[in-house]
């Protein structure tokens, strides 16, 4: 058994059949967690999860890049570029808090940080980034779920904001740093704080993180796919779906020098115990 820890079924992209994508991870025993970026994707994520009884889970937030509008060739990571459109939300606490108690919401998220885009000039958005953040780390404290965290260039702004939070709550703050892009003495800062790093499909064709998934406690690392994005060796260049959590699995077990199943096995334990699914 597997848990794709960040699926994005509930994207668009899958209109035409994400039910048959659902399906066919099911029955490769693989569990997944859709995660909104906006208030509708979030709603989508929880309809996915209530149509099934078991293996379908929901996080429910607000993405950084949609506190503005824009329309652009966006950079998934250095890797991978898509056409992207993005409309403002406005955050609205008590409208995500109702979503979130919704049965089968497991976390908050996709939440954090993003500054690829912004200029030096606009620190405005920098800010109001910071401000929303912060009202969905307290979102999370306030229903004791877990944050599932996006950070795009600002690992010095999320570790800051994490430590203020970690000093008055400790125990009470917990998430995962997802599609980890930092350094290892990042890994370490987040680690110490207590909260999971998620490894997806890049680690199949890039060697960046190579050191971090090699020298983290397994216990601390969760798989995931961000499907619809960052398809995996050996589908490059195709659309990504959950079931291919597996390569990503693989490739843990061969950075780590263990088995296939040690890393089914422990991964899966970390999610349950992380989301309590």
């Given at each position: 058994?597997?848990?794709?820890?960040?699926?994005?079924?509930?994207?668009?992209?899958?209109?035409?059949?994400?039910?048959?994508?659902?399906?066919?991870?099911?029955?490769?025993?693989?569990?997944?967690?859709?995660?909104?970026?906006?208030?509708?994707?979030?709603?989508?994520?929880?309809?996915?999860a209530q149509r099934?009884?078991?293996?379908?889970?929901?996080?429910?937030?607000?993405?950084?890049?949609?506190?503005?509008?824009?329309?652009?060739?966006?950079?998934?990571?250095?890797?991978?570029?898509?056409?992207?459109?993005?409309?403002?939300?406005?955050?609205?606490?008590?409208?995500?808090?109702?979503?979130?108690?919704?049965?089968?919401?497991?976390?908050?998220?996709?939440?954090?940080?993003?500054?690829?885009?912004?200029?030096?000039?606009?620190?405005?958005?920098?800010?109001?980034?910071?401000?929303?953040?912060?009202?969905?780390?307290?979102?999370?404290?306030?229903?004791?779920?877990?944050?599932?965290?996006?950070?795009?260039?600002?690992?010095?702004?999320?570790?800051?904001?994490?430590?203020?939070?970690?000093?008055?709550?400790?125990?009470?703050i917990k998430g995962?740093?997802?599609?980890?892009?930092?350094?290892?003495?990042?890994?370490?800062?987040?680690?110490?704080?207590?909260?999971?790093?998620?490894?997806?499909?890049?680690?199949?064709?890039?060697?960046?993180y190579d050191r971090?998934?090699?020298?983290?406690?397994?216990?601390?690392?969760?798989?995931?796919?961000?499907?619809?994005?960052?398809?995996?060796?050996?589908?490059?260049?195709?659309?990504?779906?959950?079931?291919?959590?597996?390569?990503?699995?693989?490739?843990?077990?061969?950075?780590?020098?263990?088995?296939?199943?040690?890393?089914?096995?422990?991964?899966?334990?970390?999610?349950?115990?992380?989301?309590?699914?």
């Open positions: 058994m597997l848990i794709d820890t960040h699926a994005h079924v509930n994207f668009v992209v899958y209109k035409g059949d994400g039910d048959e994508v659902v399906k066919r991870t099911l029955a490769e025993d693989v569990w997944l967690i859709n995660v909104g970026a906006q208030e509708d994707t979030s709603r989508r994520a929880v309809e996915y099934y009884p078991a293996g379908v889970f929901a996080a429910v937030g607000l993405h950084p890049i949609h506190l503005r509008a824009e329309h652009t060739e966006a950079h998934i990571d250095e890797y991978e570029t898509v056409e992207f459109s993005s409309r403002v939300e406005k955050f609205d606490y008590d409208e995500y808090k109702k979503l979130a108690q919704e049965p089968k919401v497991v976390a908050i998220g996709e939440v954090g940080l993003d500054y690829y885009r912004i200029k030096n000039n606009e620190s405005g958005i920098m800010e109001k980034q910071k401000e929303v953040f912060k009202k969905q780390i307290e979102l999370a404290i306030d229903l004791q779920l877990p944050l599932i965290i996006h950070c795009r260039n600002a690992h010095a702004d999320i570790l800051e904001i994490l430590n203020s939070y970690f000093m008055i709550h400790n125990s009470k995962v740093i997802h599609s980890f892009s930092g350094r290892w003495s990042q890994a370490q800062e987040y680690l110490e704080m207590g909260f999971y790093l998620g490894f997806n499909g890049i680690i199949t064709f890039a060697r960046d971090v998934v090699r020298e983290m406690p397994l216990t601390r690392l969760l798989l995931e796919t961000d499907c619809p994005y960052l398809t995996p060796i050996p589908f490059r260049g195709k659309r990504n779906e959950p079931s291919y959590v597996k390569y990503v699995a693989q490739r843990v077990a061969e950075l780590r020098n263990i088995t296939f199943e040690e890393v089914a096995e422990v991964t899966t334990r970390n999610a349950r115990e992380l989301f309590k699914i």
